[in-house]
């Protein structure tokens, strides 16, 4: 399997909308009609830059859409300014984006949460610093209308009209105003004059508030502004981030585009606001969908329908004329170019004379049909249920199909423009600031805010951690700590814990005997230097690779005494494995190990990979393969992560790994399964109470210190696992445990989905900093107890780091020992010989939810538990 159903299964983020307009399949909006205001021309420093996605399709757009009247190009500063939300006194108005107010989930007692240990090295950042005058502040007023005026585009307008006053320079949504300066009164009264009656309109502005640059008032507005400076050097948003189409590099053999752009934030940080920039790379098909869906139709023949809609249903497409991105959840065979639909004044056009007269754009196939797309959340509370529409011929899909990520030649070429060096990051940030920074409208822009970026990267001060012991039988690995991998050091040496596998069972075709042979011969020899003896397995040979054969292979031949099963396929085939894996993970309980034929295929690499399958067989036996020091005693560590149930919409699966051992190298497993209504703690009691038992039946105690590292948990969710899911657990381990017990805990975010880098000197050139750098300050926010640890090594482009925000804390642990106990999990993962992104145990909740996810949607046995047959 790959990474890609985890992608899909995340989902995508949807713009924002108001509900402007209509599209192709929404039902006609009934809405008064606008009234004509005269409106006083202004500078472009009245507005935000154009909304994107779902959301310029609701009005937020400069060019015109399906379903929208007319195609005048600019929009009026008043329409322009309408798209602007801001201040606090909507309530009603829900939107999507960046939070700039994070949850205070720093605790009480932790004053200073810097750590001291380790080797001091400078570093720099893919941050700039926003500067401000020292006294900057911004004004923000409440803006009234007597008589009142509902219409949001009116008030804007009649507010506009007071130029002289207010300035060249604000933010204005309907209600609240921002100005960089401070009006002569604290409540101003002018007057303007409605022009479809001539009725005099009072307009009282009132000031509410005089905000600090570290208000999230501020923060919003910062970020508004940026994305107008964006706007005015050409980038053009699509989804979240901003893309330069003009800079798009074709890789041709692959039919491939790859267009690259910068995802941005600004926010507060520890001492200071702080711009965060990456760069980012939109892949894209250099084909259109209608031309995909030709070259299978001449490859499909009667397949033609079911293959297109297996392989475009649930894609994102590209509508190649506004560059905007939409799901295609249907593909409706009986809509063409030619039907039409409603525009706003009610009048009926076809799509194809909307895109000519619109875009300018000629639609060649006239018998193409149409890609659906479900309406938004927002859409359908507004009462908008009909699909929106869009033309193959128009549209491309993004992003890489499983085949092209399968495909290791797809993959090195694109890895060619998007995994680049720490010294080529770094210059194209530069760039990207100066480019910023020269540019005449933006700095009549920032200037009229009294803002400015710095021109260089933050720089800060990281330590290195030192590097640890890592132990087998035979002695301790002699590795250096930027190695990306220590798998020679373990050669002539023996496992921690070894486990003899001597009934064991190998089900293989009758075309892969020899391989099967082979395979086993080359086991039974790599065993016994690591202390592991692999004795013959008792071979079945199928005369056919069906899902029966192997099942009944299964049925026949596994007893309570077999220790294993291994099963050489001759394709990944996913019913196959998903078969096998849910016979052997709930309707017969053992350990088994699926093999693809082609990865023994290569005689040279057959002693490599029989040593990586004899580590995961003893793994899954209840082994152990090499172990750290951990000073702490009777502790457990708990990892939790969560996958999207792939056969039930709106399930997910939560896996719970647990430690079992001083050495925090054995481990008890469970799942839990939640539906989006239902809390994770519901089922997450049972896996801590199964827990728990588990830990006492081993050591004859319950443990005094408990560290929770929770991943898979989203940007807005911090709120609810703060404040509903850790109160909770600590509830649950006391109940768990008895009366009177009352374990030390701690409960760490686990964060890998980031967007922060940074960057070690090395003499002239920039390097990635060395497995074990740690950063707990600068970079880092003042209301968590945060800090990032790079603790992998990459050997192509920037290595990213892992934030780690510890919500809750009393276990007496200090900031060091934290951060140190972080890394040493982080090489304790057996499936790899080196150290991984975030700590072993969840890695292996990963795992596990991921396997049940994809293959099982059963909770597994739980005579499996406390082994890592997921693995």
Known sequence: MTGRARGRARGRARGTADDSSSRPGEAQSQQPPPQPVQVVPQSDNGGPPPASGRASYRGGAREPRPGMAGGEGM??????????????????????????????????????KTGTSGRPMPVMTNYFNLEQAPDWHLYQYRVDYKPDIDSKKLRIALLCSHEQLLGKTKAFDGMTLFL???????????????????????????????????????????????????????????????????????????????????????????????????????????????????????RSGDRFYDDCTKKLVGQIILTRYNNKTYRVDDIDWDKRPLHTFKLRDGSEISYKDYYQKSYGIEVTDTEQPLLASKPSAKDRRRGVTDNLYFLPELCTLTGLSDDARADFTVMKDVAVHTRIAPSGREKTLSGFIAQINRNQKVREEMGGWGLKFSDSLVTLNSRVMPQEKIFQMGGELSYKQEDADWSRDMRGKQLITSVNLTNWVVIFTRRNNAQAQDFVQTLSRVGPPMGMKISGPQPVELNDDRNESYLGALRQNIDPQTQLVMCIVPTNKKDRYDAIKKFTCVDHPVPSQVIVSRTLSKKQMMMSVATKVAIQLNCKLGGEVWALDIPLRNLMVVGIDSYHDSAKKGRSVGGVIASMNQALTRFYSRCTFQTSMQELMDGLKICIKGALEKFHETNGCLPERIIVYRDGVGDGQLPTVAEHEVPQMLEAFRKAGGQNYAPKVGVVIVKKRINSRFFARAGNNLTNPPPGTVIDSVVTKPEWYDFFLVSQSVRQGTVTPTHYNIIHDNTGLKPDHMQRLTYKLCHLYYNWPGTIRVPAPCQYAHKLAFLVGQSIHKDPAIELSDRLYFL
């Open 75 to 112: 929009k009026a500063p008043a329409e322009e300014m309408a798209q602007l939300a801001i201040g606090g006194e909507q309530g009603d108005r829900r939107r999507r984006g960046p939070r700039f107010e994070e949850p205070h989930t720093r605790p009480a007692h932790v004053t200073d």
């Open 180 to 298: 960089p300066k401070k009006l002569q009164n604290p409540v101003t009264e002018v007057y303007s004059t409605r022009q479809y009656d001539n009725e005099k309109i009072q307009i009282t502005i009132k000031l509410t508030n005089e905000l600090p640059p570290s208000s999230p008032q501020c923060i919003q507005v910062y970020n508004i502004i940026f994305r107008r400076v964006l706007s005015m050097i050409e980038m053009k948003q699509i989804g979240r981030n901003y893309y330069n189409p003009t800079l798009a590099v074709e890789i041709p053999q692959h039919k491939l585009k790859v267009m690259p752009g910068f995802i941005t934030s600004i926010l507060q940080y520890e001492n200071s606001v702080l711009l965060n920039c990456d760069i980012s790379h939109k892949i894209m098909r250099s084909d259109t969908v209608l031309d995909i869906m030709y070259d299978m139709y001449n």
